[in-house]
């Protein structure tokens, strides 16, 4: 894959990482939590993205994390549903808010971001994933609309 392809191939995973589109259990569900983790915890800490992605199961997003080989990042975000000490599960965007204002607890502040070694983990995860999906992620439709644009451009 030349570096132009692997630069589409990242905007469309990331541009169209919407876990709904996949099976559960799909790689491609799998690298769209992943993906989706990566900007939100990225930018707003894993508080942010636990509030946000609502409609996801913490269990699941671990599970998505570890099959894309991102050990680090999946024990980072481990160590805070532990902490937490009760399973996020699916739910609306109310309920979510309002267990994590019940279980979000001060010490947590502190390890509410991505450490840089969580996010080269993610960046090498998904990186990985592209190269095995290459086809998939570069006959997307949006493939001519980042062109030359890496995918960071666009946060």
Known sequence: MTDDEQMIAWNNLVGNADHSKYAKGDKKRAAAIVSYYMGNAGHGGLNSFLTYSYDLDTHEVLTSLEALGASIAAAELRTVVSTLGDPLVASTQDVRWDKLDTLWIDE??????????????????????????????????AAQVFKKRRWWNWL
Request: glycine residues 0%.
């Open 108 to 141: 947590l502040d502190k390890i509410d971001y991505l450490s840089e070694d969580a996010d080269q983990d993610l960046i090498d995860a998904l990186t990985r994933h592209i190269k095995e999906f290459s086809e998939f992620y570069l006959s997307m439709p």
